[in-house]
């Protein structure tokens, strides 16, 4: 069996802004609130009698590739509506990607990334949402499940809800399966969910801070202020970042595993961790907000 790829180095997005397809004023707004991506949503935040109007407004704006990274959430794929979605959308040069809600099988993931690939070759990339009990017992099926495959993450409030859990730490154990299966998958860490309570800062922080040591790496986000709170909990301290320095020059001098005067010891996957701290800091470094 091959084993999984080395961890990634390259700074992947932090934050992920979900806006609703039938608001173009508020993805407009979105596209410049700083997100790394915007996630327009044509799914849960869609009114069933808005669902046309919102994926017309959303190829109007795909038409054109944004400034912005653009991903969208086409409906449930068990529902006509996703059909017409993926049609009229994935042929655009606008689309960065497109988030496929409530997967429960390879199959659906298969399907979209060959039914639906541009005439003009190439391949969309795609993001699994799992938000069922089914989903979460087949995530690495799932996320080896076709090479247009980028990510997976969870749907938290639909998986509660299936579940029929109260407390947030019910969750941790589906959390730490998805983190798993992404990396067996050679994939990126997963985004974490959203936290519903845009007011809710400091708890939105805290939620941050155990979903960083679960293993997500970024979040989605429901409002434009949760973005700095995102990403300053997702960026690495200044202590994490001499941890990392010092790693990077002590295998730069002696390559392969050996053990720190302070007794850490390090091989080339702790390497690779620290290489990723790093390009982590770079991003600190060149963020406007200073963050």
């Known amino acids: 069996m091959t084993p999984p790829a080395p961890v990634p180095t390259e700074p992947f997005p932090l ?3 979900y806006v609703p397809g039938d608001r173009p004023r508020v993805v407009t707004k979105a596209l410049a609130s700083g997100a790394d991506v915007v996630l327009v949503d044509l799914e849960d935040a869609v009114a069933p009698d808005r669902k046309e109007y919102a994926r017309t407004a959303t190829a109007e704006l795909l038409a054109e590739p944004p400034l912005v990274p653009v991903h969208v959430r086409v409906n449930a794929l068990s529902t006509p509506l996703a059909a017409a979605d993926l049609t009229a959308l994935a042929p655009l040069p606008g689309l ?6 409530k997967v429960t099988s390879p199959a659906e993931v298969v399907h979209v990334a060959e ?3 541009p005439a003009e070759g190439g391949a969309i990339p795609l993001y699994a949402l799992l938000e069922s009990a089914l989903g979460v017992e087949r995530a690495y099926a799932v996320a080896t499940s076709h090479p247009s495959l980028k990510g997976i993450t969870l749907g938290e409030a639909d998986l509660r809800a299936d579940l029929g859990v109260r407390s947030d730490t019910a969750l941790d154990w589906p959390r730490s399966r998805v983190v798993l299966a992404a990396r067996a998958a ?3 860490p997963p985004a974490q969910s959203m936290h519903p309570d845009t ?5 939105l922080a ?5 979903g960083r040591a679960l293993g997500f790496l970024g979040r989605t986000a429901i409002h434009p202020r949760q973005l700095p709170v995102i990403e300053r909990a997702y960026l690495p301290t200044q202590e994490e970042i001499e941890a990392a320095e010092g790693i990077v020059q002590a295998a730069a001098k002696e390559p392969g595993a050996q053990a720190l005067p302070d007794g850490r010891f390090i091989d080339a996957a702790v390497v690779a ?8 800091a770079r991003r600190a470094a060149s963020s406007p907000s200073g963050v």
Do not use: N, V
Not at 206 to 210: A, G, N, Q, Y
Not at 273 to 280: D, E, F, K, P
């Open 15 to 17: 934050t992920w802004l």
């Open 96 to 101: 960065s990607g497109l988030r496929l809600p």
């Open 115 to 117: 039914g639906f690939a």
């Open 186 to 188: 050679s994939l990126p």
């Open 199 to 203: 007011k809710d800062l400091d708890g």
């Open 206 to 210: 805290r939620s941050c801070d155990h």
């Open 273 to 280: 961790s620290a290489h990723r701290t790093l390009s982590l």
